[in-house]
């Protein structure tokens, strides 16, 4: 915790909970490496960049239907958008039904 605080202190945006394959996309895209541990990190360590970070917070209803009743709950999600990235690199539409 201590160094995630310290990224936080320095402005260093950090995403947690990501999977292998999707890490490896936004790694390609701000044009940085993966690192496989913060051990690795020093002086030559280069950062990925983009021109505009932001993140949507949304929160919505589901219904949910079961033999003996119907329920609702709230489903939270998180949406990172990295804008300005190198379009040659590719880019990003994600799309997702209900959870």
Known sequence: MKLLNLMRDKEITVVC?????????LARLTQTIVLPTINVIDGTFSLGRCKLFREDN???????????AESTRTVEQ????FDGCNPV???????SGPI
């Open 78 to 81: 998180t949406l990172l958008y």
């Open 58 to 68: 949304l929160s919505r209803q589901l219904r949910e239907q079961n033999a003996f």
């Open 89 to 95: 690199l590719g880019c990003t539409i994600c799309l």
């Open 17 to 25: 909970n990501l999977n292998e394959k999707k890490i490896r996309r």
